[in-house]
């Protein structure tokens, strides 16, 4: 994106300033700001963790920090709106200071630029209650909003409770505990009323801010239609993402820093963000006004209900913003992949088996085994593990091996595998399968070709597995011991097979001939 001397942008709309651009909500804003017609540039610490991101080549980054005048005054020059999405929770215990340090900062450089608004999105509050009796977590996101309103900019204070959208923490817990934990013996704030809101209304809400007339200076209560309590939430999740119905035993005795263990302890949500939040869930937070829907009108069906926002969050969408792994949509309770930005333990549970082998033959011959594997080829590995694998599944009244391939030579996208489905094929580079077996989860089989550095042909193989529940964790860690037989000798024998220029997997030549190589 060019700039001018005075740091506006060449195009059309408003010239939008995007702090947190690195993070959860920033960078889905990005793309949604581009394409509502504005210009954006970024202010960030890392300039190279935007760099994946599809829309990276239309923004334009500034290196800086929040906490930084003379970064942030760089920033502001020429912007209309900036948007502060940041905040210090999980950098320590003086994350409050750290919060007001920056928020006062941002607010100075605006006024000093002339920018015309200020948007930010906060934590939703309890009514009635006293500030200095909040949770830490919510305190700030209170502080920090009163700043910006304080401020001689015209400000727009979004306050949200639990964002259901994959990858944001909140959620992320919900999703953990609820997958992993059957039986639940769970705080006492597990009765705590909230109002979630889904993270594509925020969006919406946030993109529309940018246009608000120049008189509207307040905060904003958002959330969903439903109102619920953490213990409705994750029987709801259980419900949507197909899990049995889970028990959930309250305890008062637990207290906040008990809390934050235990969900150290279930999930991946790291202890410095998951204590302030559970800190917070002692606090009933629900809207008392819905006042933004006069400046920006809500179609129906918005915001989104509860039920609805966890079925997009759990859905696996390509969307042309984000490099997704996977291209079924159809499958409910698949995981949704995170953003290059979001946190690495987002995203929901997904076990790997990752196999590199090189291979001594050109990518057209590597193919050509990989595109006749299954059916009466075979699988080209530990024959009798496939042969136990499809009679179990046929005893629990699966599919087994009994399908086999509709072409000997020839795959296409949908055909049936043996007890695996083609989700994807890409000739001459990769096979994506997904099985069709009954298992405590969804599970996929990637086998892709590939040329390293040097311009040699690479086999990479992934055996992907999504568990539905606890025992599909125990499903998982039971056979993970069997892999490097089943899924290692498969890696080795594709690779043998086409360096032999052998007819295909399986096949009598194939096997004469490493019969030989063995003896």
Not at 340 to 357: I, K, V
Not at 487 to 515: K, Q
């Amino acid at each position: 994106m060019t700039v001018d001397g005075q740091g506006r942008g060449s195009g059309a709309g408003l010239h939008c300033l995007v702090t947190g651009a690195s993070g959860y909500i920033g960078g889905r804003l990005v793309p949604d700001l581009l394409d509502a017609g504005h210009r954006v540039r970024c202010l960030a610490r890392s300039p190279d963790k935007l760099r994946d991101h599809p829309w990276a080549p239309d923004v334009e980054t500034v290196r800086g920090d929040v906490t930084d005048a003379a970064s942030v005054a760089a920033a502001m020059r020429g912007v209309d709106v900036a948007y502060y999405l940041v905040h210090a929770l999980g950098s320590g215990a003086d994350f409050e200071d750290t919060d007001r340090r920056a928020a006062r900062t941002f607010a100075e450089q605006a006024h000093a630029a002339g920018v015309g608004r200020i948007v930010y999105l906060g934590g939703l509050t309890p009514h009635g209650v006293p500030e200095h009796t909040l949770s830490p977590h919510l305190r700030s996101r209170a502080e920090v909003g009163r700043i910006f309103l304080d401020s001689p900019v015209p400000a727009t204070v979004l306050r949200a409770a639990v964002v259901i959208g994959s990858g944001s923490a909140s959620f992320e817990m919900l999703r953990y505990l609820t997958e992993r934990l059957p039986v639940m013996v769970t705080p006492s704030w597990v009765h705590t009323r909230t109002q979630p809101v889904a993270v594509r209304d925020v969006l919406r809400y946030l993109v529309a801010s940018a246009s608000m007339p120049p008189d509207v200076d307040r905060a904003f209560d958002i959330g969903g239609p439903d109102v619920l309590t953490y213990r409705d939430m994750m029987r709801r999740y259980a419900e949507v993402a197909g899990l049995r119905r889970r028990v959930i035993v309250p305890v008062p005795v637990l207290t906040p820093g008990l809390s934050s263990h235990w969900v150290g302890l279930v999930t991946p949500v790291p202890a410095g963000i998951a204590r302030p939040l559970t800190e917070s869930l002692r606090h009933e937070v629900v809207c008392r006004e819905h006042d933004i829907a006069r400046y920006v009108p809500d179609a129906p069906g918005q915001p989104l209900p509860f039920d609805e926002a966890l079925r997009l969050a759990l859905a696996r969408v390509r969307e042309a913003q984000v490099a997704t792994r996977w291209s079924s949509a159809s499958v409910p309770g698949a995981p949704s992949d995170p953003l290059p930005t979001d946190p690495r333990w987002a995203g929901g549970s997904l076990y790997r088996d990752e196999r590199d082998q090189g291979v001594p033959a050109s990518r057209e011959a590597l193919w050509k085994v990989i595109e006749g594997i299954g059916g009466e080829h075979g699988w080209d590995s530990f024959p009798l593990a496939w042969a136990v694998r499809g009679r179990l599944d046929r005893i629990v009244g699966g599919v087994g091996l009994r399908r086999g391939r509709r072409d000997p030579h020839r795959l296409r996208a949908g055909d049936s595998l043996d007890f695996w489905r083609v989700e994807e094929i890409e000739p001459g580079r990769l096979l994506r399968l997904r099985a069709e077996m009954r298992l405590p989860g969804l599970a996929w089989l990637e086998l892709r070709v590939d040329t390293d550095e040097a311009g040699r042909t690479r086999y990479r193989q992934r055996a992907l597995f999504h568990p539905r529940g606890l025992l599909g964790h125990a499903y998982w860690w039971s056979v993970s011991p069997f892999h490097a037989l089943v899924f290692g000798g498969m890696a080795r024998n594709i690779a043998l097979a086409a360096a032999e220029g052998a007819d295909g997997p399986g096949s009598r030549r194939t096997r004469r001939r490493r019969e030989g190589v063995r003896r």
